[in-house]
């Protein structure tokens, strides 16, 4: 495969250097959903004085290809001032969305306290293959200010056959002063003038209390990625106000409560959670968390219930999920959506293993249980 001998020539670069030690980890993983298996080589280590090298390559999937999602070189000042990344990476700049790209990225530091992003490149097409005129730019200058916040703004632009299919500008701007915080985050879609990605939080903490005024605006194209029932369900295009509190209770004792407020085709509805985060040991390794939640979505609201505890032992460690929802309106899809999620883990030396099993009853499945198996291990060459 091209891209696994892509990979192999970077990694056999660092191998040859000095400057710091090569690192490799293998990651081979079976599912039970289509059936799929894949073999996930990653790597990075030094080339020469101030330029290393990075790669993550996926060789073999339910396709029977391969596939590289990450490989770059990367050269970097020794005082991180300044840094060049080549090859295929993810960019970020700002409140922008992060890109996958062919191409080259950079970021300096410079006087008077600014700091200059630039990224370039073709959007990564699976296979190393390319599509002519496809091709995407954006950067972003930000200044600090002081040692207490920052203020910057981002653009990107992105076509597709030589369409342009993206235009936006990013602003973000964060400050600490005191108990007192403030972060902003907005993106306009410049194609069509509109506030497309919006967060506002402002934070307070009184000792082992910290309270949060937040606002949020979020269009379909920037929803964040699914990662249990509730964040299929609660993660929508909406717009939302709220009010949280973050109470200390206890050295391992973590409570949380939120209400707010969400708006969607202009109609208001209640959306609202608490949590309790009990610690079973004092570095966090082990938890047990349970949530309530409501979220009012008009024709589609839903309360829901949450628990989950994760236990280390010795080598090995335990977690189970467990998320039960009742909707609002039946409309033959049931009247109680279970989700669950049961894992074991464990470590030996050099070694790692996991394996976890996924059931779930959804507005979309039925039933479905995804199994995953997952092994590997780390080399580091001198």
């Known amino acids: 495969m091209r891209a696994a001998l ?22 081979a993983l079976a599912s039970a959903q289509s059936p799929v298996g894949l073999l996930v080589l990653g ?17 073999g999937t339910d396709t029977e ?61 699976p296979q190393l293959g390319v599509r002519a005129w496809d091709w995407l730019a954006g950067g972003r200058v930000g200044r600090r200010l002081g040692d207490w916040g920052g203020v910057g703004v981002a653009a990107l632009e992105r076509r597709s056959q030589g369409r342009l299919d993206v235009r936006e500008v990013g602003f973000d701007l964060s400050a600490a002063r005191g108990k007192q915080d403030l972060a902003v985050r907005a993106v306009l879609d410049a194609i069509d003038p509109t506030l497309a990605d919006v967060d506002a939080v402002v934070t307070r903490r009184m000792g082992g209390l910290r309270v949060e005024l937040a606002g949020q605006h979020r269009v379909a194209s920037h929803l964040l990625p699914a990662t249990s029932l509730f964040t299929v369900l609660g993660d ?57 939640r409501r979220t009012g979505v008009v024709d589609g609201g839903w309360t829901g219930a949450r628990l989950a505890v994760r236990v280390p032992r010795g080598a090995f460690t335990a977690a189970l999920e467990g998320e039960l929802v009742v909707p609002d309106v039946d ?33 979309a499945d039925r039933y479905r249980v995804d199994v995953l198996a997952q092994l590997g291990r780390r080399w580091e060459v001198p």
């Not at 990075?44 to 790669?55: Q, R, Y």
């Not at 109680?336 to 293993?353: E, F, I, K, Y």
């Open 236 to 292: 929508v295009a909406s717009d939302r106000v709220g009010a949280a509190v973050r109470w200390k209770a206890a050295p391992r004792l973590d409570l949380a409560a939120d209400v707010g407020a969400r708006a969607i085709d202009e109609e208001f509805a209640a959306d609202a959670y608490c949590r309790a985060v009990l610690r079973l040991d004092d570095a966090g390794k082990g938890a047990i968390t349970g949530e309530l």
């Open 331 to 363: 409309r033959g899809r049931g009247t109680v959506w279970p989700w669950g999620l049961a894992a074991l883990g464990w470590t030996h030396g050099a070694w790692d293993a996991a394996m976890a099993v996924e059931a779930s009853s959804t507005p």
């Open 65 to 125: 290809h391969g596939d590289a999602l990450v490989m770059a070189v990367v050269a970097r000042r020794a005082d991180r001032r300044a840094e060049v990344r080549l090859g295929r990476l993810i960019a970020t700049a700002g409140a922008l969305r992060p890109q996958h790209v062919d191409g080259v990225a950079g970021r300096a530091r410079l006087p008077a306290r600014f700091d200059v992003e630039a990224f370039g490149g073709v959007p990564v097409v």
């Open 43 to 59: 790597g990075d280590g030094g080339v020469a004085p101030g330029v290393s090298a990075e790669a993550l390559v996926w060789m």
């Open 6 to 27: 892509t990979v192999a020539a970077i990694l056999a670069l660092a191998a040859s250097a000095h400057a710091e030690p090569l690192r490799l980890r293998g990651d």
